[in-house]
């Protein structure tokens, strides 16, 4: 149990009944702006508790004044969360300003399931994602701390030098920097994708990450999804996953391209890069050529909605 310091081990059992002990710890995969350590904690009465330990260890990623948000933030989502359907990690603690240790945490319960990016049935999986992210959006929140705001601001995209189509991405920039449509504001998660959701026995298990929840438009949540199934899988799927949304959404959600293109502007870059939480769950064969490749077929795909 080498992996956390003991000042951190006392801080953990300080949520937990007196005379509880950690029997296992185990850093866990998939998180590119933090450590996550998965602790099994027993307890007096021979029961056993499984927390996660979010801790933001990794300065190249996020400064410590950013994480010190975004504790703050991942706390009082998880608070929201509760209260909406489907399951997510509940909130034990928060070291905000790294008393304990030199940089925040955020101490939160274990849920079960696993990331599945290799679905026997992609359809039923696709089905079960959009159905999730549904559940996810449908409250009527709007009183939260965070709101909306894109990662990449109109005035600096350029067409990608790297893309065979730059016309396409001319006219997508150009939609990029048109007004927000007027709409009605929701809890968003923010950063849903497959990465997020758990999965057990073929259902989902759980949503877990909610750093970055917020209220803003539906249509973010599901463009930010739709572009990673369409890197991870191809557009056809990302289609497929907009179609079981609309369906499951009824009247509560009205389609509109701009969103998904403004979550597809917020991951353009000069040079793509493949996240890394991909080939942390067995898809090492996503290379930065296919990226590329399917970035272009994305923007096509979105660009024939509108012209």
Known sequence: MSDLTESIKVWVLEYFPKGSFITNINCLKGSTTSTLVGITIEHPDKTESQVVLKQYNKPEAVGKSEAITSVENEANSLIVANSLRGNSPKLIGTDKYGDISEYPLLLMSKLPGAVDLHP????TWIEKLAITLVEIHQNDIKD?????????QSDDLNIPVWSQYPE???ALIEIAKQPE?????IFI??????????WQDGEVAGVVDWTNGCIGHAGIDLGHCRWNLAM???????????????K????????????????????????????????AFGRREITK????DRMDRYAISLFNKVY
């Not at 965070?146 to 990662?151: D, E, I, N, P």
């Not at 449509?181 to 504001?185: G, R, S």
């Not at 991870?232 to 609309?246: K, M, P, R, S, T």
């Not at 050529?289 to 590329?292: A, L, N, S």
């Open 289 to 292: 050529e296919i990226i590329m």
């Open 181 to 185: 449509p007027m709409y009605d504001p």
């Open 232 to 246: 991870i899988f191809g557009v056809e799927e990302a289609d497929i996953f907009l179609q079981y949304y609309i």
């Open 144 to 152: 939260f701390s965070s709101k909306h705001f894109r990662y990449q």
């Open 120 to 123: 026997d049935s992609i359809s």
């Open 189 to 198: 998660h923010r950063d849903f994708h497959p990465v997020n959701v758990l």
């Open 168 to 170: 396409v991405w001319k």
């Open 248 to 279: 499951q959404a009824g009247n509560r959600f009205k389609y509109d391209m701009y969103w998904d293109n403004v979550s597809l502007m917020d991951v353009l870059m000069d040079h793509p890069s493949v996240y890394p939480g991909w080939a």
